[in-house]
């Protein structure tokens, strides 16, 4: 598999819909059916500190006709809470346990009686400036391997590990770069796809060493 592909947490699936004909935003299932579905009830339960550096992504696409972006649309107590698709087709679903002991009504924007595909990732959440420590972007990677053998249960064995983080960067004339390691330290530039591969190495975890980037990444996900 190419480094640069995306880590599905489940394979495709179809969730069936069901609710009145007809409405623009129309009932599809309740939040705690939809975790227990993907399997998200597993990764509610981990504690914050095993999962702080991990985003879940889902794409939404019609079963049939055309394929729109579908938003959802979370009712909670506190206030409605939109999940829409960013430029790529992902959308960031929120895990919370707090939404898991609510369980609210999710809405759809997808029509009745379409059914919904849903494919699920694991995604890293990168640290928040340009400049952190090698072992702050890799815990990522640890919490990713973690979570998975957990969800996988008795098949862990045969789960995928994640080897690494691909930073995602607009492809220009003057590549992104990304520094890793201090004065000696190895400069990476991105590929003709705007992407730089950052490989996980227990060595470089254990230094402590610095990574410094020319940009923000517009996204990244798991090299396996």
């Not at 069901?18 to 129309?26: F, I």
């Not at 993907?38 to 985003?55: G, H, K, V, Y």
């Not at 072992?135 to 053998?149: C, G």
């Not at 770069?177 to 330290?185: C, I, L, P």
Request: charged fraction near 20%.
């Amino acid at each position: 598999m190419d480094t640069a592909a995306r880590a599905p947490l489940l394979t495709l699936l179809v969730l069936v819909s069901a609710s009145p004909a007809g409405a623009a935003e129309r009932e599809w299932h309740r939040y705690k059916s939809i975790c227990e579905k993907l399997s998200l009830d597993t990764f509610a339960e981990l504690p914050e500190s095993q999962r702080d550096r991990l985003d879940i992504r889902i794409r939404l696409t019609p079963a049939e006709g055309p394929q729109v972006p579908v938003t959802l649309t979370i009712v909670a107590a506190a206030g409605r809470i939109v999940v829409r698709p960013a430029a790529d087709g992902l959308s960031e679903f929120p895990v919370r346990p707090d939404l898991m002991a609510e369980d609210p009504i999710v809405l759809t924007s997808v029509p009745e009686p379409v059914k919904t595909k849903v494919s699920l990732e694991l995604a890293p959440r990168l640290p928040p400036d340009n400049s952190f420590s090698y072992a702050d972007l890799m815990r990522s990677v640890e919490q990713a391997n973690r979570a998975i053998k957990s969800a996988a249960g008795l098949f862990s064995f045969a789960a995928p590990r994640m080897k690494g983080v691909v930073l995602h960067f607009p492809a220009g004339d003057t590549p992104a770069t990304a520094k890793v390691g201090d004065t000696n330290g190895r400069m990476l530039s991105a590929d003709a796809a705007g992407q730089i591969n950052i490989p996980f190495d227990a060595e470089m975890m254990a230094s402590n060493t610095s990574v410094v980037l020319s940009a923000r990444p517009t996204s990244a996900n798991f090299a396996e």
